[in-house]
């Protein structure tokens, strides 16, 4: 039978090798440096429903510095699934406001030929937003999410070719997207077909490559017209300009992070302007 010391020991002992095990699983599966983040994809050995939740990915997640994100990703021969959970708010604002592009090049190359702007940017998330604040309600509601899962948009594969569609006629294409919330956490699922064929034309068209890099981005803010906006005496909150996605920006993110703490100082008063959001993944997929 333990003694009391002894016992006390071996839990120390267990709760330490726990410790450095996740250590070393956290270093083995991703590597920040220059505002990049290299990963390995995990076989998607299970199904896995693009619900909005993350209760399929519990423990294979990736934590992004400062907490603002965690991020995983997993594959089978013919899909690709992708989960972020953020929970910052700034940044569920941010996203849910002005809309987040995730960009594939098979090459890795980070080139943005092809990508699923989803979800859109939406001037009636941004009156609801107003609405909630004016009531002091911070939450975010159903109908925040009804309407950002209502339809995306497609860009490629092919050059200059962008397709809207609605989510239910992008499953269709086998393409699934959906957001979601979680313990006041924003639950960002997408799963997005591998192969281009008669089935899946809009797809990252891997053929035998084995390593892809994947962007997220959010629109550059068009601080003129929030300028403007600001001069109409509009009640507390963001107007909905901005400037279109797509290309490198003129500033990236902290290191690791995702655009710093999500909002910057702007203009004058208390206005706050979200910061760009751009964070580029390079992917090692799973054998099949």
Not at 12 to 23: A, D, E, G, K, Q
Not at 97 to 113: H, I, M, P, S
Not at 197 to 214: C, H, K, Q, R, Y
Not at 272 to 284: A, D, S
């Amino acid at each position: 039978m333990l003694s009391g010391r002894t016992w006390q020991w071996s839990i120390r002992s267990y709760i330490m090798l726990c410790f450095s095990i996740t250590v070393a699983l956290l270093i083995i599966t991703f590597f920040i440096s220059c505002n990049e983040l290299e990963i390995s994809s995990n076989l998607a050995s299970q199904q896995i429903i693009i619900d909005g939740s993350d209760e399929e990915w519990k423990g294979s997640l990736a934590y992004i510095e400062e907490g603002k994100a965690f991020f995983g990703i997993r594959n089978d021969e013919n899909f690709l699934y992708i989960v972020l959970r953020v929970w910052e708010r700034d940044i569920q604002i941010q996203i849910l406001r002005y809309g987040l592009t995730v960009w594939f090049d098979k090459k890795a190359e980070k080139n943005q030929g092809f990508g699923i702007n989803f979800p859109l940017e939406n001037k009636k998330i941004g009156k609801i937003f107003r609405t909630a604040e004016q009531n002091n309600r911070k939450e975010i509601s159903e109908e925040l999410l009804e309407a950002a899962n209502y339809r995306m948009i497609v860009f490629g594969p092919e050059q200059d070719k962008q397709r809207h569609l609605l989510a239910l006629q992008a499953e269709t294409f086998r393409i699934e997207t959906k957001i979601g919330l979680g313990n006041g956490n924003l639950i960002y699922e997408l799963k997005i077909p591998l192969k281009i064929n008669e089935d899946t034309p809009f797809a990252i068209g891997l053929d035998t490559e084995e390593v892809i890099s994947i962007c997220f981005e959010t629109p550059e803010i068009d601080l003129e017209e929030l300028k403007e906006d600001r001069m109409k005496k509009r009640p507390n909150g963001f107007s909905d300009g901005r400037k279109p996605g797509g290309g490198m920006p003129g500033r990236g993110i902290g290191k690791g992070g995702m655009g710093g703490r999500g909002m910057k100082g702007g203009m004058s008063g208390n206005m706050p302007v979200p910061e760009r959001l751009q964070l580029w993944v390079t992917v090692f997929l799973a054998d099949k």
